[in-house]
């Protein structure tokens, strides 16, 4: 799972090269640079200087080279794993066995690839659900006046400090009592709901200030058309807050998507509905004498997390807003 | 098409003790277009506001037609409103913007397609419908705020400072353009704005307002000629009216060294002073001795006319020290202008005098 926290990595290197090449631009046309004193001019310059920029291609090998000796141990015969380093593989030949193995199970081992489809169960509705909540809720804490409008978004954006962990124990007897269980969906919803109650204090704080964003007098022309709130949401609003649901949907998506903690505490009964982290976390078998199976089995996992973020990057746009009004 | 009708609506927003605006009283013809003009902060957005439903009224009524709308959501009044910001929808096409509100009304998609054509038409958009607001240049969008208005064929237009935001060209094209567009289509039409030139060119009657106050309502000719106070003869008019006050003497008011006649019964209504206004245009030069001095500043050449700005003399003679009063201008031949640093004389054209109480500011006498 750690494995897949390098990866947006090289974007963040991509980025500040792009950086640096907009300062250089600066040098070239000759154009007097502003003295600014302000702690983000310095830290802009900072950042900028030929030094910085070796030090941030430095951290982002330093922090892929661990997963690419993962993708290639990955790809290596276990007697390999098992007697030398990555860095020797390119002596001996690769094989597919290791993925053969993890996706078709062995004795006493499920095969990951039935899992992917739990895992896609649990995401989904955990990902949409709250993005429809927080959605909903930023729309009334921006644009509807109502009584205690402010304390209620501070009480909501304050529940952010409490750790999940204080709250799972209390949510797993809640669920319980609720009888979670017997409801069509199972245990999921247990999942689901505790998924959607953690992520909501931080996604309607963030929709809320994309919603603040948008000119009031936007709002106002489609009441003037007719429109009503259910309407100005659905219609106006969530069109133009496309990126920010995009970002908060990736971020609930990976979060989701690499959790244990949650799924043990909620499916511990029943190991027939857990996601594909519960299997990876057992794979190495209990003894851990299958642990070379571990490589492979975590670039399985973390392939979808890859193609959403790719896929959903291009509602990362810039000026979704330009052109609907002036001044 | 409607009648709209203000009854002493009343706006006092939140927290404030003073209100934005005060009894309001006007009454709208069917088909007019009515102009709220006055500095900022009046309270002639908020009246607009008022009757397109976006601001609530605290007191009063507001009716469209026969009917009360006071407390009435905006879907329900039947107004199109163009924004100073234009406010278009920046993820719709225009076309899509422009059949927004049918769209909502439930019209079907063929007749919704003919009315944007035909308003697109009429606006000269056609080759833009597909286009997104961003790819429009300003022009094109204030065209597209006006659209989305016509193609709903409301009973009223409200617009909120539509011209502010276009350069000083266009400004003018345009404000022709929707002043013989509204003529055309007869739709009652309330139309805010701070500069007066557009109020007075493009209204069938003018209201000017202060301080949410409502100060004089009349057409742009009348609103010329007979201003109702001090305020609006010094908001109306470019150059403003030269206002001054002078002591009431025997038979009139002293000008200068000249006298200017006013009725005894008129006089009666003042103090001992009175604010006199006269328009530059309704000034004559005369010879040496007659009227106000007047020591030249500044003269602008406009080519057929000119400009004089001058500081009537007498009163540096007197006191040095005093506050530079409000320069008194006077239009004269182009060809002909006085030199800077000369002095001259002047007196009002008889019958074209503008006398108010200097207390009240009201004016006095027809």
Not at chain 1, 100 to 125: M, Y
Not at chain 2, 41 to 65: D, F, H, P, Q, Y
Request: charged share 20%; glycine share 8%.
């Amino acid at each position: 799972m750690s494995s897949a926290t390098p990866a947006p990595l090289p974007e963040d290197v991509a980025d500040k090269a792009v950086a640096e090449a907009g300062g250089d631009a600066d040098l070239q046309t000759g154009r007097p640079k502003r003295k600014t004193k302000s702690a983000a001019g310095n830290a802009a310059r900072a950042v900028t200087s030929p030094w910085a920029s070796i030090f941030a291609i430095f951290m982002a090998l330093a922090w892929t080279t661990p997963t690419f000796g993962l993708f290639v141990t990955s790809f290596r015969k276990q007697e390999d794993i098992q007697t030398s380093g990555w860095w020797k593989s390119f002596a001996s030949p690769f094989t597919l066995d290791n993925y053969k193995q993890v996706l078709q199970g062995a004795e006493g081992q499920p095969p990951l690839a039935d899992f992917f489809v739990n895992s896609f169960v649990i995401v989904i509705p955990a990902v949409l659900l709250p993005l429809l909540l927080a959605a909903l809720a930023a729309y009334a804490f921006a644009w509807i006046d109502f009584p205690f409008r402010s304390s209620l978004f501070v009480a909501v954006f304050a529940l952010q400090i409490v750790p999940l962990q204080i709250a799972l124990l209390p949510l797993v007897t809640m669920f319980q009592n609720m009888g979670v269980k017997s409801w069509p969906g199972g245990n999921y919803w247990s999942l689901w709901l505790a998924h959607s109650a953690f992520a909501l204090p931080l996604a309607v704080y963030l929709l809320h200030n994309f919603m603040k964003e948008i000119p009031a007098s936007l709002l106002e022309a489609a009441r003037v058309d007719g429109a009503g709130h259910v309407r100005i949401f659905f219609q106006v609003l969530l069109p133009l807050i496309a990126p920010a649901l995009a970002s908060f949907g990736i971020f609930q998506f990976l979060w989701v998507w690499n959790d244990l903690l949650v799924a043990m505490t909620m499916l511990g009964g029943s190991p027939e509905k857990a996601p594909l982290t519960m299997i990876l976390n057992t794979i190495s078998g209990t003894l851990g004498n299958r642990w070379y199976l571990l490589s492979a089995a975590a670039f399985i996992s973390i392939a979808l997390p890859v193609a959403v973020f790719l896929s959903l990057q291009r509602y990362f746009v810039r000026g979704l807003l330009a052109g609907g009004t002036k001044g | 098409m409607a009648t709209v009708k203000f009854d002493n609506a009343t706006r006092i927003y939140p927290g404030n003790d003073v209100p934005s605006v005060d009894k309001l009283n006007i009454d709208i013809e069917d088909g007019e277009f009515l102009v709220l003009v006055g500095p900022s902060g009046c309270g002639k957005s908020t009246s607009l506001r008022m009757l397109a439903g976006l601001e609530e009224v605290n007191g009063g009524k507001i009716w469209i037609g026969d009917r009360d709308v006071t407390n009435l959501s905006p879907k329900d009044r039947d107004v199109a409103m163009v924004f100073q910001n234009y406010a278009l929808y920046p993820h719709m096409s225009v076309a899509d913007n422009m059949g927004f509100a049918l769209k909502i009304a439930g019209t079907d998609k063929a007749e919704i397609r003919k009315r944007v054509e035909e308003a697109a038409k009429i606006l000269d958009l056609e080759q833009y419908l597909e286009r997104k607001p961003k790819a429009l240049s300003g022009g094109q969008r204030q065209r597209v705020a006006m659209g989305r208005a016509i193609v709903r064929s409301p009973q009223v237009f409200l617009m909120d400072e539509p011209l502010s935001n276009l350069d000083a060209k266009l400004r003018v094209q345009t404000r022709t353009q929707i002043a013989s567009l509204q003529r055309r289509l007869g739709v009652t039409t309330v139309y805010v704005t701070h500069d007066q030139v557009e109020a007075m060119t493009m209204g069938d009657r003018v209201a000017v307002l202060k301080d949410g106050l409502l100060q004089q309502c009349d057409t742009p000719r009348r609103m010329y000629d007979h201003p109702n106070n001090v305020f609006v003869a010094g908001f109306i008019g470019s150059p403003a009216m030269n206002l001054l006050n002078v002591p009431v003497t025997e038979g009139g008011a002293r000008f200068g060294s000249g006298l200017l006649p006013i009725s005894r019964e008129d006089l009666s209504r003042a103090g001992n002073e009175i604010t006199v206004g006269v328009r530059p245009e309704d000034v004559d030069i005369t010879s040496e001795g007659d009227g106000l001095p007047l020591t030249v500043e500044v003269v602008e050449e406009l080519g057929a006319d000119a400009y004089v700005y001058g500081t009537p003399a007498s009163d540096k003679a007197k006191d040095p020290t005093a506050p530079v009063e409000k320069p008194f201008v006077v239009r004269t031949d182009g060809r002909r202008p006085p030199m800077k640093g000369e002095t001259i004389y002047v007196k009002p054209k008889e019958g074209h005098l503008h006398v108010f109480n200097m207390e009240t500011g009201e004016r006095i006498g027809d």
